[in-house]
């Protein structure tokens, strides 16, 4: 992933952001950038976001290696959690940020989130296609947890 992408103005050896007090740069899905671990138990480019964000900064990969310091970057990362080909995160890096967990709703708390969002849909339809929608919501739950169960 090439950093400067996210980089619009140079100023002196630091990165800013241009028309924004502050940028987010987001990595959805961190585990795909999970590689093998090496005989150091490090990944790579896990190494290279740690250094990031703890110091701020990179080197650039010339030959003299300067220091690229980033100023007013606010970092966000999203994954799932480990298994299918896909390592654990380095704890250290994890310490960095602030970790939410969120778990999957119960199968009511589904159903009524979903009941609620097509029932406010067919409002302007008529009281027969109003009176369907609790059997539409089960129906499309049940097509999905069979989807789920077979492949």
Avoid at 37 to 48: E, F, M, N, R
Avoid at 59 to 88: C, E, Q, S, T, V
Avoid at 102 to 116: G, K, Q, R, V, W
Wanted: proline share 4%.
């Amino acid at each position: 992933m090439n950093c400067y992408f996210f980089v619009d103005n140079i100023v002196r050896a630091a990165f800013l952001c241009e028309h924004v007090r502050l940028s987010r740069v987001s990595y959805n899905r961190l585990t795909y950038l999970l590689t093998q671990v090496d005989q150091y138990g490090t990944q790579q480019p896990i190494a290279l976001l740690k250094l990031l964000l703890e110091r701020g900064g990179c080197y650039n990969r010339g030959k003299d290696l300067n220091w690229k310091g980033f100023r007013d970057l606010g970092w966000m990362a999203a994954m799932g959690k480990p298994g299918g080909g896909r390592n654990d995160v380095d704890p250290r890096f994890i310490s960095l940020f602030s970790v939410f967990n969120m778990t999957f709703p119960a199968e009511e708390s589904l159903y009524h989130i979903y009941n609620s969002i097509l029932h406010g849909h067919v409002q302007p339809f008529v009281k027969e296609i109003q009176d369907m929608v609790p059997e539409i919501t089960r129906m499309t739950m049940e097509l999905y947890r069979q989807v789920v169960y077979t492949f």
